[in-house]
């Protein structure tokens, strides 16, 4: 079975543009949850989706917003990016809430 | 404070040795602790998840324990192997509090 897929696994981007991130679950699982990861504040949650429904949500500003499909695949959207944005962002899935999640490999974003 | 703490920051041990980390948490209420392994570069992989009711569970070489009651828990890796040099991240809940990780380096 395929795992987690997470597209780009690298983008550089300028303070103010806006990003989008694409993760692709485990066939079969519908819960995505997405965090961010820098050297400074480790790993952060910032949103779970399941069944195209927001279900949690982490301390983040509105810039960072999310989307789950019908088929399951969840992109990331960050807007106005700022430098302190510049994280590995990693997506996870489980076939539900509360059951253990499986990692992609991440996408690195450097806002210059 | 982070709500989820682990100790010790980073740990340096021989090959073959055994070692146990730490993680404290003041979570409320608790709903289950997740255990994970993170290579340098690469996503977290699941070590073991265990809900309050769970006192132990092992993962081949990763031994977790769960005390509800006084809110800790510990990782304890058997035999070790230059392939455990990693993070260890300690996590609380469905909403994922983490804790800063355990950097372990494997020397031979």
């Known amino acids: 079975k395929a795992g987690v897929t997470q597209t780009p696994r690298y983008l550089i981007k300028t303070r103010g543009q806006q990003v989008t991130l694409s993760c692709s679950p485990i066939?079969?699982?519908?819960?995505v949850s997405w965090y961010q990861q820098t050297p400074g504040q480790g790993l952060q949650f910032l949103f779970e989706?399941?069944?195209?429904?927001?279900?949690n949500k982490g301390n983040f500003p509105g810039r960072f917003s999310g989307r789950q499909f019908s088929n399951s695949r969840s992109e990331m959207n960050v807007s106005t990016l700022e430098l302190g944005d510049s994280a590995l962002y990693l997506c996870a899935s489980s076939w539900r809430t509360g059951l253990e999640q499986y990692f992609g490999p991440g996408t690195r974003l450097t806002v210059t | 404070k982070n709500q989820v703490e682990q100790s010790p920051q980073s740990l340096i041990i021989l090959e073959g040795k055994n070692c146990t980390l730490q993680?404290?948490?003041?979570?409320?209420?608790?709903?289950?602790l997740r255990w994970y392994k993170q290579d340098t570069g690469r996503g977290p992989v699941s070590l073991t998840i265990?809900?309050?009711?769970?006192n132990t569970k092992s993962n081949g070489r990763y031994t977790a324990t769960l005390d509800a009651d006084t809110k800790q828990s510990s990782l304890h890796i058997t035999a070790s192997q230059l392939s455990d040099s990693a993070s260890y991240i300690c996590?609380?809940?469905?909403?994922?509090?983490f804790g800063a990780g355990t950097r372990l380096t494997v020397k031979p």
């Open positions: 993680c404290n948490y003041t979570v409320s209420p608790f709903s289950n």
């Open positions: 265990m809900t309050f009711s769970e």
């Open positions: 989706y399941f069944s195209e429904t927001q279900r």
């Open positions: 066939s079969g699982h519908r819960s």
């Open positions: 996590v609380v809940n469905n909403d994922m509090r």
